[in-house]
């Protein structure tokens, strides 16, 4: 993205910054003397504004009432004639936008050309600002080096000709990074409402659009249906209430067109196979295949992203994939790299970032695409796109969640019983009350934490009946149900005991074999119990299809992710405070393969796992449906994709890798805890 090489020390970061202004202020000299040089439309270098007479043309159409007839040629060619006088020969510059954009041209066509140009440009260099300045909390390269990125940005050859000759791809920019600055902040309907007008080029929006439906964002869809009501009311308004049918008709014609009369600056897959090949049956068949293929890949990404936001190399692919996708996009659409290129820079390391920088080179060859018939930023936006798929695959282990347990009072404990509930109250009383026994029984310093899971019985109210039994008995409830993973997450980050033990809510292993679990592993970071290995007892088996099913299961665990652990799925697991703590904070999975993912990344982190067998019967009204156990095949296929690769130092400790939006996690709001996600109440 950029040929600063980004500084890592703070005198490098000022003599950079420094670099940084003086490229813009050299470029802005360069500006005001081709434009005080030229004379109408002409200079040295070319037209003046390149193709923005179209633009100050549909603005005047617009300004003096005729935008009913924007889209007739002859209107269009007369309103440019000023322009060009016989430059052209009686030809024009085709504007296919809608007539609610035209509208936004108006006011700079009541100025002279040049002046307008003029406004145009600052304005246009104004959004492209406006648009890293968006995204500075998500991406840290930004927010730390923000005018070295600018300069690099403005500088960026497909950006640079936007801004300089009268394209909007600024406009775009700053529309995507609206939006995903507002998916950041949960305004989904604002999120939507800038997809909604960006569909004044719906060669883009429509891929943004349909990765939303992917994630099933309802309401950022609904968003959508208000900005692109607004722009069809704008656009009714002007041109009457059948504009859209014209507009779509000229613009289908324009892209046919400009298909063959620019073909040389394509860089969709359309395109660029048509460059290469020729326009033929066999090159565009080629173009939508690799087309589909890219468009599959984008939604798979989009799919299996871990968080609902979009946030890091998602965003970078989903950039770079609507320009491929889509079969009509010209090299100056590539300027919306600028968003795939500053999250890379924040993720890749040196290497990546001379990768980036060769980039940049490479896209100044487009001075050579006529020659060369097909535009070399078509490579840069495969290389890109490429790039950013890699790097959303890439095993992640996200930062550490921070808990302030001050909060909650009185001094750490020796145990933290953690019990996950959804839909309890008939099991959850009997579970207490024989905990409450065995505490009394054995003299522990013992916390209970009951996590309601968003039940929607009376497991709250079940659970603060037993308050004088266990007078250390927490419940934290959460507002909707996330997931046996989530409530597990948030019981074992909010606990303050030096060690901590999972215990299901039916008490299939009751804590009568918690001594089992420390005797077995004396000085273990994390012990757990087990029904497959020598000295378990089932006191009740499971039916036999769910025998069979869950020795499968364990196989495929194994095989994996956990080889050597035999039955990772038990509900009774113990941890100390400090593995419990490492582990669970980067946790990520909501559903019923938590457990895999935790002693995976246990083991990546260098805690010794100990598997000890216990006491278990089968209780009926089990919570997991036949269809749990697809979902949990396809959890572990995306957790040991994110464990392959996962250095350590030696000493357990991670590299993460930098994503600073990253650490906010659907759900985890616990008062005390550091995000900005949906909250879960606490009651002592």
């Known amino acids: 993205m950029a040929s600063i090489v980004l500084p890592t020390d703070r005198s490098a970061a000022e003599r950079a910054r420094s670099v940084a202004l003086a490229v813009l202020a050299a470029l802005a000299l360069a500006f005001v003397i081709s434009v005080a040089g030229a004379h109408g439309t002409a200079t040295v270098g070319g037209r003046l504004g390149g193709d923005y007479p179209a633009f100050y043309g549909a603005g005047t159409l617009v300004r003096t009432g005729q935008a009913a007839h924007l889209y007739e040629p002859g209107r269009q060619a007369r309103a440019e004639r000023s322009l060009f006088g016989d430059e052209r020969g009686g030809g024009y510059l085709d504007f296919a936008y809608p007539p609610a954009f035209a509208a936004l041209y108006a006011p700079l066509s009541a100025l002279d050309y040049r002046t307008s140009y003029v406004m145009d440009t600052a304005l246009m260099v104004a959004a492209l600002v406006a648009a890293l300045w968006l ?59 800038c997809l909604g007008l960006l569909l004044v080029k719906p060669q883009l929006a429509l891929v943004f659009i349909a990765l939303q439906v992917i994630s099933r964002r309802w309401k950022v869809l609904a968003g959508v249906g208000l900005g692109a009501a607004a722009l069809w009311l704008a656009s009714a308004a002007l041109a009457g209430p059948t504009w859209l049918g014209a507009w779509w008709s000229h613009a289908q014609h324009f892209a046919s067109v400009d298909a063959r009369v620019n073909a040389s600056n394509a860089v969709s897959w359309v395109g660029s196979a048509q460059a290469v090949l020729g326009r033929s049956s066999l090159s565009t068949a080629l173009g939508w295949g690799l087309g589909a293929l890219t468009a599959a890949l984008v939604a798979w990404i989009w799919h299996s992203h871990p968080q609902r936001v979009p946030v890091g190399p998602a965003v970078g692919v989903a950039a770079a994939g609507a320009l491929l996708i889509s079969p009509h996009t010209m090299f100056y659409d590539a300027g919306l790299l600028v968003l795939t290129a500053v999250i ?13 920088a060769t980039a940049w080179v490479l896209a100044l060859g487009q001075t050579w695409a006529g020659t060369l018939g097909v535009t070399p930023v078509a490579l840069v936006v495969i290389a890109m796109f490429v790039i950013a798929a890699v790097e959303a695959r890439r095993p992640t282990i996200a930062p550490r969640l921070r808990v302030d347990r001050s909060m909650f009072e009185g001094p750490g404990r020796d145990l933290s019983i953690v019990i996950p509930a959804w839909n309890e109250a008939k099991r959850i009383g009997p579970t207490l009350a024989r905990i409450s026994a065995q505490l009394r029984e054995s003299g522990r310093d013992a916390e209970v934490i009951v996590v309601d899971d968003g039940s929607t019985d009376d497991t709250s109210a079940v659970v603060a009946r037993y308050r004088d039994a266990l007078p250390n008995l927490r419940v934290i409830r959460t507002d909707v149900n996330y997931g046996k993973g989530h409530a597990v997450r948030a019981g074992m980050l909010a606990a303050i005991g030096r060690r901590r033990l999972l215990m299901d809510a039916d008490s299939s292993t009751d804590l009568s074999q918690l001594g089992r679990l420390e005797m077995a592993g004396a000085g273990a970071s994390i012990v757990i119990g087990s029904i497959a290995v020598r000295g378990a007892e089932v006191t009740t ?8 099913a869950g020795r499968l299961g364990n196989l495929a665990v194994r095989l994996a992710v956990l080889p050597g652990v035999h039955d990772s799925q038990r509900g009774f697991k113990l941890f100390s405070a400090a593995a419990a703590d490492e582990v669970f904070s980067r946790c990520r999975t909501d559903g019923w393969s938590f457990d895999v993912e935790a002693l995976g990344l246990a083991r990546v982190m260098g805690f ?32 040991q994709s994110r464990l392959v690769g996962l250095s350590t130092d030696g000493g357990g400790s991670l590299h993460p890798w930098p994503d600073p939006a990253s650490a906010t996690r659907r759900g985890m709001a616990l008062s005390g805890v550091s995000t900005s996600t949906p909250s879960i109440s606490s009651s002592v």
Request: aromatic fraction near 6%.
């Open 135 to 193: 995204i500075r909390p998500m991406v840290r390269v930004v927010d730390e080096h923000f005018v070295v990125v600018v300069a690099a940005s403005i500088t960026f050859a497909p950006a640079f000709r936007a801004v300089t000759a009268g394209q909007n791809t600024a406009l775009s920019l700053l529309a995507v990074a609206a939006c995903w600055r507002s998916l950041s902040d949960d305004r989904d309907l604002a999120a939507g409402v």
């Open 344 to 356: 890379l820079v924040d993720r890749l390391g040196r290497p990546g970032r001379w990768a980036l």
């Open 541 to 548: 088996p499971q039916p036999p299809l769910r025998v069979r």
């Open 608 to 639: 010794e796992v100990i598997e000890v067998g216990v006491r278990w019967q089968h209780r009926e009204a089990s919570r997991v449906r036949p269809a749990d156990y697809l979902t949990t095949l396809i959890d572990l296929v995306r957790i």
